[in-house]
């Protein structure tokens, strides 16, 4: 073992511990042989000088060998390492998708946690922005469009099913809750789990979306060309029948409410 | 030809050649790490950061083309020195061939173009 004065052994460990971070991960290289040789290519180099070896002749040697994050070539980098390289060295417009999906798993794996929603609506508007800088190009999403509507479609369903079902809850919690019904429809809150009292309950749910939906229906012919827009490319075909559809169907589930709550006794 | 464009290519060109060269030093007899990267180092240009022969080493020996032993010296620590296997003979033929057949079609098609 050669005698390195205390500043070239704490360079040398730095050097290695570089090296071993560097190497770790690899598919077939194995940092501990390396280590090895590179200990041995020291010790041989460094021969031959008086001991204590200092600093300055272990920097000319570890200089020759150059920095251990360059030895690998892509192929031997752990998959992780070749992603971020790819991010940091991929073209701009790829690099903003990568980015976008990266955003997007990390808010999916802190959601638990509550951040989550902040990290998604971030992913939410990179993803957007990645969309929006390939139609400033003229450049058509591609194989992009994996890494860049996961978070898009997320936001867009979190969005539609709130506003969907928004109103119901407080409309039931009112009608039904607070036995403001028993009111209207004569239905005792003394009984509980008779199929009357399903009806009543059922219908006026039925009755609370459908009216809601009609209400929504016409909120969203309204305010169409924004939403198109916030939601683009997902939403590039949505149009006023939408809109339509929803109030019809609004309509008939308000319809069925209304027999089943007053027509049906 | 831009100097960037040079760079990056040259730099490819020697990472694909390393493993040909440290096959064929190899296959004159066995050498240890230090010794073969002295050796690489003589060839001009070949090899920038002597560091990047190990991992290369520790790959070949991973994929069984060489194999390792120790032997003591009588002028500093033991070495480790590395010798090709049958496996990494056939290989070294193989990769000479292609070696070869590739050298020689890019002579042909300098040739072509001068006349």
Known sequence: ????????????????????????????????????????????????????????RLGEVLEQLGPPERWLV??????????????SAGPEDWRLAYVAFGVFALGMLTLPLGIGVFI??????????????LAERGEPLGARRWLVLPAIWLVLVLV?????????????????????????TGTSHAEPGTLERVRVEVGFLAMSAGIWWVILAAIFAAIMRPFR????????????????????????????????????? | MTDTFYINWTTQLRKGL????ILNSLGSGPLY???????????????ITEGTVYPILSRLKNEKYIESYIEES???????????????????????????????????LRKEKKR
């Open chain 1, 120 to 133: 998604l609506a971030c992913a939410f508007l990179i993803s957007r922005a990645a969309v929006d800088l």
């Open chain 1, 229 to 265: 827009t916030l939601f683009l490319p997902v939403t590039e075909r949505l149009g006023r029948k939408h809109a339509m559809i929803l109030a019809l169907v609004g309509a008939i589930l308000a319809s069925l409410g209304a027999v089943l709550l007053f027509g049906v006794r």
């Open chain 1, 160 to 184: 539609s099913m709130g506003a969907l079902i928004s109103m119901i809850a407080p409309a039931a919690a009112i009608g039904i809750g607070d036995g403001n019904l028993y009111l209207v």
């Open chain 2, 18 to 21: 390393l493993e040909l060269a």
């Open chain 1, 74 to 87: 892509d192929d031997d980098r752990p998959w992780w390492r070749r992603a971020v390289q790819r991010i």
């Open chain 2, 74 to 108: 009588t002028s500093g620590p033991p070495r480790k020195y590395y010798r090709l296997t049958a496996r990494g003979r056939e290989e070294l033929r193989r990769m000479n061939e292609h070696w070869e057949q590739l050298h020689g079609a890019l002579v042909s």
């Open chain 2, 33 to 47: 790490g230090y010794e073969l990267v002295r050796r690489l180092g003589d060839v001009d240009s070949l090899v």
């Open chain 1, 1 to 56: 073992m050669i005698d390195l004065t205390p500043e070239a052994s704490t360079r040398l460990e730095r050097y290695l511990e570089r090296m071993r971070a560097a190497l770790r991960g690899s598919r077939s290289v194995e940092p501990g042989e390396v280590e090895q040789n590179v200990r041995e290519h020291v010790e041989i180099a460094l021969a031959g000088i008086p001991a204590p070896v200092g600093a300055e």
